[in-house]
């Protein structure tokens, strides 16, 4: 029945693609949204790289466009209203941004594939699991009925769906929240694909469940060597799975960091912030150390650094400058691999 | 809330207000809704359309000074001349005439219909939605089997039994087999606000059963009445037509396009004119109201886009 | 009854003087006088606020068109029971389905109960209607988890934090209205002058402060928090929490923090209640719980909380729950957590354990002497481990 598990971590990032070429790549990538109240702007200029067996993890609020970049990627933003006015998706150093719409279907579910936060509404509720999951075989690899349900049922043995032969009929209402979102596991794993992106994959479910995916989903992608974007607001979930973290903010990445080395030192008052505010046992009684002021509104997102407003650090440097994302380095000027930060003030949060 | 921005880019830029700033106004929904409606050029159209009708339908006098009953069989079929640019119909009577004249009984109809359809079924089905148990069961079971009458067939069958043909035995009859429809719509729109939490904010804080409706279920659950009524009105209009038509609606003296469009049907190949203006005027009339109720749901409801 | 032990710590009260703490269970039992009886006795924290005694709800499922007839029950409350102390937060921990919301809509008598009682300052109140019901309202009020659909989008701010006093008129007069919710705006730490907006022209942080308001606005002495941060950013998240902490020493407040989030819960929480599927599975002060669980339910939820500390990934142990949580409408027998439990024994099923101080701790000093509901409770420290 429950095992208690010494859990081993997530195994080391293996080496990128063929031929140096990483798995996906994603360059100066905006987005916006054109409204009645006027442009909003959900990403503007985001950069990331993910290679196969790599776990990224996207990091971010509610409107910091951690989504909308994942949609873009998929290929699945709503447009118009939305648009893409510059950047570029590589993947397999090839533009999907100006592939064929019959291109990109090729590649949607068989080599990148999506898990979604709400696994019900991701589910037809009117046709069966099984029908459902193997629909992706009959569809792409045109096999036969039969041979699609066979398929069907070692999938939800994969996932560990109990009783996978006698519940491959059921439909997504007869499962329970965790065991739908074990079955949107299976379907995006189906083809084999080679990147997945999970869009907040535990954040409906509850704690004891949460972990039960989680850690299906860093095993399976362990076995097929996937490329993962996680996209969470989750601290927790993070320093669980991730390799590296990108932290977003308004549109942008504000830092990029090593998983061990975000939470030991951010250099980014944002990410500094969010790690402050977590309630620590020594500081029962405190007041919570809290971010002050509010997210920004993407139809007007303030000049200069987007977080101004709301830093500490602020100077007049950062209400007219927007911050490139430097090179992080250690006090003696050693580089510190896979680390930037968009902060002009990056030297003083990580070493000050 | 830009969270609101990712989810749903289209609607939510409304929702998007900047709250930080010191100068914005206070912008109710439903003073959203009307700024929305006033930049709708379908709205607009709609509207000067409807405003020419109800002025049409109001004061005919302004529009003709010929008498639409004063016929002169001389006259039968004859086709546009000065002073009648839409000819005369089969009895000699002025199509232009008859036309404006005719436009009263339908707005009527309309109007009448759909306030009596909203308040009996909004208020039926309010209810019913509000209290649950076993009002609800038969209301529901009532409108089913309401659901089960086509409205044509009975009206030829009720309208001729009764042989009315009176603009208010049509009204009664239309409200009587149309309520269920906006019962069911207040039912269900009543029910999604009645589980909101700012209901169960009220019911925490005290508040009597007739404030929480009035206050909070009502303002709430009134929009999709609201929208679902004003596309109605349009299609009570042409049922009225069809009513007419079928010679079971309203009926002499009362001037009506649907009689005017029946009478003109028979004749259609030797004076199109007679068909063409009465049936153009109830096109056109029954097409203002569902772009109105069509430009009321968007600005009422963004989602719906 | 062990039901009626009014305190972990009260070991010497008469009700310890029943030792049927392994009893197979009668929660039903417990009888007004016995309730009563447990008011007047004495306690470390001076009188309890609030006490829940066996509260039960039962939702009816229903078959039939016309008339409906009963073919079953959701238990999402089966017989709770705890105190609430004058100026303390009460944490009420539990995963979906554990009926921990159903127990906050009871207590605002927004649901009515099946069974059981709810005291406030002695008086029952799940028996209470019309005017009487009313005036403990003003006492008791909550702040509900989504600020988006908790304040009517039809109505100005300055009408939400209104209408208490509208419902109440006896607490402010109506000339002083106006002056009183610019007050309360300030208080909750928004601009006064916002009091002619509505809901939609704020953020979700901003909306919950709202929500804050409208709570304090008839001067309760207890506020029912459901979720009150779980739908927030987490960088506003911790602006709520100081906000209702402050408010808290200012208006001298009792709390009922119902959450998900366990580290959220620590930080506010005196006391910590960790329900599962109807029950109570075990109750202490927040130590108690979080450093010396001794029910497996409450160490398995410990332990499978991410922990924002990614070198604890290595050397965290971590207690993997297989399945889900049961259906209420047809809970295991015996022992709710039977079915996901490593130490289930066929006791486990026959016998339903009480929540009490487990017998192996009674009378020691040991922070595990609290009221857990385990046959074989025991001290796992998961958070440290």
């Not at chain 1, 990128?16 to 070429?21: L, R, W």
């Not at chain 3, 957590?337 to 099923?349: D, E, I, L, N």
């Amino acid at each position: 029945m429950t095992t208690i598990e010494k859990t081993d971590s997530v195994p080391a990032p293996r080496a990128g693609g063929k031929g140096g070429t990483p798995l996906l790549q994603v360059r100066d990538l905006h987005v916006e949204f054109h409204t009645r109240d006027g442009v909003a702007k959900a990403v503007n200029g985001v950069n990331y790289t993910v290679n196969a067996g790599e776990t990224l993890a996207v990091l971010g609020e509610s409107g910091s466009g951690k989504s909308v970049t994942a949609q873009a990627i998929m290929g699945i933003l709503d447009m118009p209203p939305g648009k893409i006015p510059q950047g570029e998706i590589l993947f397999h150093g090839e533009d999907m941004l100006k592939m064929s719409g019959e291109q990109r279907r090729k590649i949607r579910g068989r080599k990148i594939a999506m898990i979604f936060q709400d696994a019900l509404s991701s589910l037809n509720p009117v046709l069966s699991v099984g029908y459902q999951l193997g629909e992706m075989f009959r569809v792409h690899q045109g096999l036969s009925k039969k041979e699609a349900k066979l398929k069907a049922i070692e999938l939800m043995d994969r996932v560990r769906i109990p009783a996978a032969k006698d519940r491959v009929s059921d439909y997504p209402h007869q499962f329970s929240g965790g065991m739908r979102q074990r079955i949107m596991i299976a379907m995006a794993l189906a083809l084999e694909p080679e990147l997945i992106i999970a869009d907040e994959p535990t954040t409906a479910l509850d704690v004891t469940v949460q972990a039960q995916v989680m850690d299906l989903l860093a095993e399976l992608q362990r076995e097929y060597n996937m490329g993962l974007i996680l996209i969470t607001h989750d601290l927790g979930v993070v320093a669980d799975v991730a390799d590296k973290i990108a932290v977003m903010y308004a549109g942008r990445i504000v830092e990029t960091a090593p998983v061990h080395e975000l939470y030991k030192r951010p250099a980014h008052p944002y990410t500094r912030g969010l790690l402050d505010s977590i309630p620590r046992l020594d500081q029962k009684g405190q007041e919570l150390f809290a971010i002050k002021g509010l997210p920004p509104n993407l139809l007007k997102i303030p000049t200069g650094c987007a977080f101004n407003p709301r830093c500490p650090k602020a100077q007049d440097i950062c209400r007219t400058d927007v911050p490139a994302l430097h090179t992080v380095t250690e006090q003696d000027g050693a580089e510190l691999p896979g680390r930037g930060s968009a902060c002009h003030f990056w030297k003083e949060t990580i070493h000050g | 809330m830009p969270d609101l921005i990712e989810k749903t880019p289209s609607g939510a830029a409304a929702a998007a207000a900047p709250a930080a700033e010191k100068r914005e106004k206070p912008r109710s929904l439903w003073g959203d809704a009307w700024g929305t409606l006033r930049r709708n050029p379908v709205f607009i159209i709609s509207a000067l359309l409807i405003l020419l009708l109800v002025t049409v339908s109001a004061w005919p006098g302004l529009f003709t000074s010929t008498d639409p009953r004063a016929c002169n069989l001389d006259q039968s079929k004859v086709g546009s001349t000065s002073g009648h640019p839409f000819g005369f119909d089969i009895q000699g009577c002025d199509v232009y005439a008859r036309t404006i004249y005719g436009a009263r009984a339908s707005v009527t109809v309309g109007i009448c219909v759909t306030v009596g359809v909203a308040l009996l079924g909004g208020v039926l089905g309010g209810l019913a939605g509000y209290f649950g148990g076993w009002w609800d069961a038969l209301l529901s079971r009532i409108t089913d089997i309401f659901f089960g009458i086509p409205l044509l067939l009975g009206g030829l069958v009720f309208l001729s039994v009764i042989k009315g043909g009176s603009v208010w035995t049509v009204i009664a009859f239309m409200i009587a087999l149309s309520w269920p429809q906006i019962a069911r719509i207040a039912r269900s729109s009543v029910i999604t606000v009645k589980q909101q939490d700012y209901v169960q904010a009220a019911k925490a804080l005290g508040a009597s059963t007739t404030r929480i409706m009035l206050r909070h279920v009502l303002p709430n659950a009134i929009a999709p009445v609201i929208v679902v009524s004003t596309i109605a009105l349009g299609t009570y209009i042409s049922i009225e037509a069809t009513l007419s038509y079928l010679g079971v609606g309203l009926k002499p003296p009362t001037i009506s396009w649907g009689q005017d469009i029946s009478s003109a049907a028979q004749q259609y190949r030797n004076a199109p004119h007679m068909l063409l203006w009465p049936a153009g005027a109830l096109s056109l009339t029954v097409l203002s109201f569902i772009m109105l109720g069509d430009a009321v749901r968007d600005a009422l409801d963004p989602k719906l886009r | 009854m062990a039901e009626l032990k009014k305190d972990d710590k009260a070991v010497d009260q008469p009700a310890d003087a029943t030792p049927n703490t392994t009893e197979v269970e009668k929660v039903d039992a417990a009888t007004a006088e016995e309730a009563v009886a447990a008011i007047e006795a004495p306690v470390e924290r001076g009188e309890p606020i609030l006490q829940v005694r066996n509260l039960v709800k039962h939702f009816p499922l229903t078959q039939g068109i016309l008339f409906k007839k009963q073919v079953g029950a959701v238990k999402a409350v089966d017989g709770v029971s705890f105190d609430l102390y004058q100026g303390e937060t009460l944490g009420i921990v539990g995963e979906s389905g554990c009926g921990k919301s159903t127990v906050a809509k009871l207590l605002m008598t927004l649901e009515r109960a099946t069974a059981g009682e709810v005291f406030y300052k002695g008086q029952d109140i799940t028996k209470l209607s019309g005017r009487a019901l009313k005036a403990v309202r003003r006492n008791i009020q909550m702040v509900f988890q989504d600020p988006y659909t908790s304040l009517n989008p039809r109505m100005t701010v300055g009408d939400i934090i209104g209408e208490p006093f509208e419902i109440h008129p006896e607490v402010a007069p109506k000339g002083d209205r106006r002056r009183k919710v610019q007050d309360l705006l300030d208080v909750v730490g928004l601009n006064p002058e916002y009091i002619n907006r509505y809901p939609h022209q704020f953020s979700g942080g901003q909306r919950q402060r709202i929500g804050i308001a409208r709570g304090l606005a008839l001067n309760p002495e207890i506020i029912i928090c459901d979720e009150p941060v779980s739908a927030l950013d987490v960088s506003v998240q911790a602006q709520v929490v100081n906000l209702m902490e402050k408010l808290q020493d200012e208006f001298n407040l009792s709390y009922i923090f119902i959450a998900h989030d366990l580290s959220i819960v620590r930080h506010i929480s005196d006391r910590v209640g960790v329900m599962y599927l109807g029950k109570m599975a075990e109750i202490g002060t927040d130590s108690e719980i979080y450093d010396h669980p001794t029910h497996p339910y409450t160490q398995a939820l410990l332990s499978a909380v991410p922990v924002p500390d990614p070198d604890a990934r290595d050397r965290r142990e971590r207690i993997i729950l297989t399945g889900d949580v049961p259906s209420p409408a047809n809970p295991p027998s015996g022992c709710r957590f039977r079915t996901r439990c490593w130490k289930a024994q066929p006791k486990c099923a026959e016998e339903m354990p009480l929540l009490a101080v487990p017998e192996r701790f009674k009378g020691s000093d040991s922070p595990a002497a609290h009221e857990s509901a385990c046959h074989f409770a025991e001290e796992k420290d998961v958070v440290h481990a």
